[in-house]
């Protein structure tokens, strides 16, 4: 059994757009069934060889997750049992918002170990923004451009004594 990685973070951060960038063709589950999944994608990930599943998520995209109402912490949290590692993608260009924070301070209460991610940071973008990302206690931010495939190397080295 593949090791589970859960991608978590507020709308428009690149989520879904560094599932697709880990998964790729890859992408041979997709759990469309009604219910607590109706908001995951699942898919075979690899990074550099390293191989896991990989879980995308949507249940902060609610237009009531501004107050973080039961229901979205359920679903995320339903996301993270059995997960083996959280993958929390932050925008580098936008800086960190409330919801970051709030998202953030939920992320240290579960057990799950966090590779804090500093999206859109494609060429020398979004800097002031990956330096902001350490106040958020989860260690180093990693830098990426899910969109162009930067940063890939370095995520990898910060994922993979996680899983
Ligand atoms: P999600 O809501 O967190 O799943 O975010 P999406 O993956 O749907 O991406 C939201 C928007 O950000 C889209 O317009 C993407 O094209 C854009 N985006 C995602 N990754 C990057 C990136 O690395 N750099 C830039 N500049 N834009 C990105
Ligand atoms: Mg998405």
Do not use: C
Not at 40 to 54: I, P, T, V
Not at 78 to 93: E, M, N
């Amino acid at each position: 059994k593949l090791p589970q990685v859960v991608i978590i973070g507020r709308p428009n951060v690149g989520k879904s757009t560094l599932f697709n960038r880990l998964v790729g063709k890859r992408l041979a589950l997709v759990d469309d069934q009604p219910g607590v999944t109706r908001d995951r994608r699942m898919g075979e990930a690899g990074l550099l060889g390293l191989e896991f599943e990989a879980v995308d998520t949507a249940g902060w995209e609610d237009e009531d997750a501004q107050s973080l109402p039961g229901r979205m912490l359920a679903q995320t949290q339903v996301s993270l049992t059995g997960a083996d590692a959280a993958l929390f993608v932050y925008d580098a260009r936008t800086g960190l918002t409330p919801l970051d924070e709030e998202i953030a301070r939920w992320l240290r209460e579960q057990e799950v170990p966090v590779v804090l991610i500093a999206n859109k940071a494609e060429g020398n973008a979004g800097e002031s923004g990956i330096i902001e990302g350490w106040s958020l206690g989860m260690g180093e931010p990693v830098p990426v451009s899910a969109e162009h495939g930067e940063g890939i190397a370095d995520l990898y080295t910060a994922l993979s004594p996680l899983i």
